[in-house]
């Protein structure tokens, strides 16, 4: 019977079996586009929302993880609620003007799009 241990973010540190090869990630040591190459576009959408405004980011390109740290960080210093989903940001409220600030000073392309 082979046995592995795991630590606490899921890794293998430990195998009793001597012909066992962890597997890799494909993505492992890609470095993720810097925040001064990417073009992130802010959109405001009121469709399907039940009448609620929405300010939509799309365009980032990266992982999920950094990802929600961006949009956790959006919503923190606008102070209003979110969700991130589908690689895209999504801020209750019109806020873009605020958020094109912000983004411009974590040294991201960004500006209005979508009318």
């Known amino acids: 019977m082979n046995k ?3 630590n606490i973010k899921g ?3 430990y195998s ?3 012909d ?3 597997e890799t990630d494909e993505n492992e040591g890609i470095d ?3 925040s001064g190459k990417q073009t992130l576009k802010v959109w405001l959408e009121k469709n399907s929302r039940g009448g609620k405004t929405v300010s939509i980011i799309k365009g980032y390109i990266g992982s999920e ?3 929600e740290k961006l949009g956790k960080l959006l919503k923190t210093r606008l102070g209003v609620g979110g969700s991130v989903k589908d690689g895209e940001i999504l ?6 003007e605020r958020i ?7 040294g991201y392309q960004a500006k209005k799009a979508g009318g």
């Open 4 to 6: 592995f241990t795991k």
């Open 91 to 96: 801020v209750q409220g019109d806020h873009r």
């Open 32 to 34: 993720p586009v810097s």
């Open 20 to 22: 066992f090869k962890e």
């Open 11 to 13: 890794n293998i540190v």
């Open 65 to 67: 993880e950094e990802l």
């Open 100 to 106: 094109l600030k912000i983004l411009t000073d974590l």
């Open 16 to 18: 009793t079996n001597k």
